[in-house]
């Protein structure tokens, strides 16, 4: 690109004029960026908000977020997702108030558990106004468009990697902060996957694809082969209470948090089981089928259950105290819902 100056001063005075208000933009203070940007990955900003709200109240700081319980932690992120991003905040958190100096550089901050390089890039411009771009889907979208390229990206790293370059080139030295948000919120918000609203474009006269008709068609990534499962899942209540498994503490992506156990987990070879709830999800690239079973426990199961330390009865007025898996905890209230 030729005139990148006049670029970003388009970008920047837009940016200026039509930043969306979200809560972490009012008093940026470095903890808030942080809290906002583990939270914001692979969460949409508008179910984020509540908690960071919720998160604020409870964990105001560095330090308190540190001394916190774990389960405590993990409970104000329930329905969040991706509950390593807790833990890894928590960590880092605990890092950070040992330093006696808060590190600046964007490949520094790679180095704390949780954060990419587009978390360090986005921290530390907003943060300490270090010159680092930040890449991500959107940013992605939008330079595909501005610079018409119809190579065809196996997945969305690949493309990440393949605008890094052109990213940094186009980043604004003197406030990389405000740009790496300008770029992010533009993509978000005006150069949107299906219907860009060109006609808002500051960068309108800089697009190459808008000049050649193609917006639409890009950024061109290979489809992707869906995989689909099932999952077999029990409700088995005894005394008021209801069987749940907690996912071990080595567990890869939920680690003790509550779930309806599988059936795979139990043996329970001879029980009679009615199918009572059937639902659909994906995560990435997975299509997932989960069916519930309601099963008559008969007299000696749930003590055989109680000897595996995995498996605990939780009485229905104590389900809201622990953490579930945020479907779990959707699946648990509708069936319960329908028994009323
Ligand atoms: S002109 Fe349209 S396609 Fe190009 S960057 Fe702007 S919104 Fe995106």
Known sequence: MKNRGAFRKKL??????????????????????????????????????????????????????????????????????????ARNLQSLAGMLVKLDKVPTSATRWEKFPGVGRYTAAAITSISFGTASACVD?????????????????????????????????????????????AMMELGATVCLKARPQCSQCPVVSFCRAHSAGKQETLPRFQSRKISTTSIDRIWMVNDKSLLLRRIPSNGPRLANIFELPPAENLSLNGCEKTLIKQA?????????????????????????????????????????????????????????????
């Not at 920047?12 to 009012?26: S, V």
């Not at 969460?43 to 308190?64: L, N």
């Not at 940094?168 to 740009?179: C, F, I, K, T, V």
Request: hydrophobic share 35%; net charge positive.
């Open 12 to 85: 920047g005075c837009w940016y200026n004029a039509h930043a969306r208000e979200l809560p972490w933009r009012q008093e940026a203070t470095l903890y808030r960026t942080v809290v906002s940007e583990f939270m914001c990955q692979q969460t949409r900003i508008d179910t984020a908000i509540p908690y960071f709200h919720r998160w604020m109240e409870v964990f105001g700081d560095f330090k308190t977020l540190a001394d916190a319980p774990e389960e405590k932690v993990l409970k104000l992120w329930e329905g969040l997702g991706y509950y390593r991003r």
């Open 137 to 181: 889907g959107n940013v992605v979208r939008l330079l595909a468009r501005i610079y018409h390229v119809e190579k065809k990206f196996k997945n969305i790293s690949e493309a990440v990697g393949y605008f890094r370059e052109k990213a940094e080139q186009l980043l604004d030295d003197q406030n990389p902060g405000r740009h790496n948000q």
């Open 280 to 340: 659909k999800r994906s995560i990435g690239n997975q299509r997932i089928t989960e069916r519930i079973y309601s099963i008559n426990s008969g007299k000696n199961l749930p003590r055989k259950i109680a000897q595996n330390s995995d498996f605990r009865w939780i009485s229905f007025d104590a389900l809201d105290a622990i953490t579930l898996s945020g479907p779990h905890r959707r699946w648990i209230g509708e069936i319960l819902k329908k028994d009323v």
